[in-house]
């Protein structure tokens, strides 16, 4: 079963021989085991646990991904380096879905509050991103487990041999299908899935005690404009994004569960200090849609709210207006599915839209935002159903 990244003994691998004695009551006798059985217990310097159940997602590059985070922790105290993780078929540990190692790994991690890289120190851990995707549904495994191999320093003879660790089932829940949130065509798709992991993957959040992971497929739409820019006059002016105001629409019929508004827009151009967990969201809206998924629409303009707690909505229906409010440099909305009412105590759920066409993928973001005319390379180009779109792509959904 082949899987691409955009991207001891049953905790580890195999072991150096080792004598064990053994008392009976007779004598004293000795016990040879070469590797360690799966009912053996075996201390290991390394653990990992997945954060939050992964699931598959039909992706515009026509690949299921598979996108998840693990929090790896090392409870030595020598320092610990990663060199490579393995992602494997938990039905089959020898079936390497994936090996993330050199740049590739540099690119999954995400210490906090720590140095950059693959070190870990004692009793520390790090966030590690990880993207696998597969040609068909058909080929995601029920399962994965993960392989780590790593040095130590000072060195630990016996303990530097590479721990399996991490096992996660992946959801077999469908990706909720969904109808656009906005109109018309030049949305830029920012921060979104997959890989190389974008922003909102960074979203790791310590929240009320546990770990949540609700901005795994989070999408800030922009809109490029006839002048082929996100803007048209001074960065810091609201009224230099044409589609600041633009309507925000209702993705599938629901129930009004959880507003905020009031807060005021924010200057372009730079994140204004002082966002706590209950402002970066700025004037939002959360719509339970069924079925655990809930959508959530971030940012709009204060008093541009259409909708109260408990209003019934049907898909389409105006939301409110797209703003600058909260824990945001520019006019755009966020938008992501999580599977609880709370924006940040909740982890993202897998959403696609139900028809869009792309032009492409945009290939110098950071300017784009600063002003600059986009660039756009044809990968993902084409019209798409049933699809999430990926990280960068313009998408173009209908009047």
Request: glycine share 10%.
């Amino acid at each position: 079963m082949a899987a691409c990244a955009h991207a001891g003994a049953s905790t580890g691998a195999t072991s150096t021989t080792s004598e064990v004695t053994t008392p009976t009551t007779d004598a004293v006798t000795t016990t040879t085991i070469d590797e360690p059985g799966p009912d053996d217990e075996v201390i290991t310097p390394v653990v990992a646990e997945v954060v939050a159940e992964p699931y598959a997602v039909a992706g515009a590059d026509g690949f299921q991904h598979v996108t998840y985070e693990l929090l790896v922790t090392n409870p030595a105290s020598s320092a610990l380096t990663m060199t490579a993780i393995d992602a494997l078929d938990a039905a089959d540990p020898t079936a390497v879905l994936h090996s993330f190692s050199g740049d590739e790994l540099a690119a999954a991690l995400l210490p906090i509050g720590g140095v950059p890289g693959p070190a870990i120190a004692p009793a520390g851990f790090t966030r590690v991103l990880l993207d696998l995707s597969f040609p068909t549904v058909e080929d995601v495994p029920a399962a994965i487990e993960h392989r780590i191999s790593f040095t130590l320093d000072p060195a630990v003879p016996g303990l530097d041999l590479p721990v399996v660790t991490g096992r996660t089932t992946i959801s077999t829940a469908e990706a909720v299908e969904l109808a656009p949130p906005l109109r018309g065509a030049g949305w830029l798709a920012a921060g979104g899935c997959c890989w190389l992991p974008a922003y909102h993957r960074l979203a790791v959040l310590p929240v009320n005690g546990e770990f949540h992971v609700p901005e795994r497929y989070a999408i800030d739409f922009v809109q490029i404009g006839d002048n082929d820019k996100v803007l048209d006059g001074p960065i810091e002016d609201l009224s230099s994004y044409p589609y600041f105001g633009d309507d925000i629409l209702a993705v599938a019929d629901g129930v009004v569960v959880r507003t905020q508004d009031g807060l005021a827009e924010q200057v372009p151009g730079a994140f204004a200090p002082g966002a706590t967990a209950s402002s970066a969201g700025g004037n939002y809206v959360v719509v339970d849609i069924g079925d655990g998924n809930f959508a959530f629409f971030a940012h709009l303009q204060p008093g541009s709210l259409t909708v109260a707690v408990g209003d019934h909505v049907t898909t389409g229906q105006v939301l409110g207006k797209l703003g600058n409010t909260g824990n945001s440099d520019g006019p755009h909305l966020h938008f992501h599915v999580m599977d609880g009412p709370l924006p940040l105590a909740s982890n993202g759920r897998p959403f696609t839209f139900t028809s869009f066409d792309s032009p492409g993928t945009v290939t110098n973001v950071e300017d784009v935002i600063g002003g600059a005319v986009v660039e756009i390379d044809p990968a993902l180009a084409g019209g798409h159903t049933d699809e999430l779109p990926l990280a960068f792509q313009v998408v173009d959904f209908a009047d």
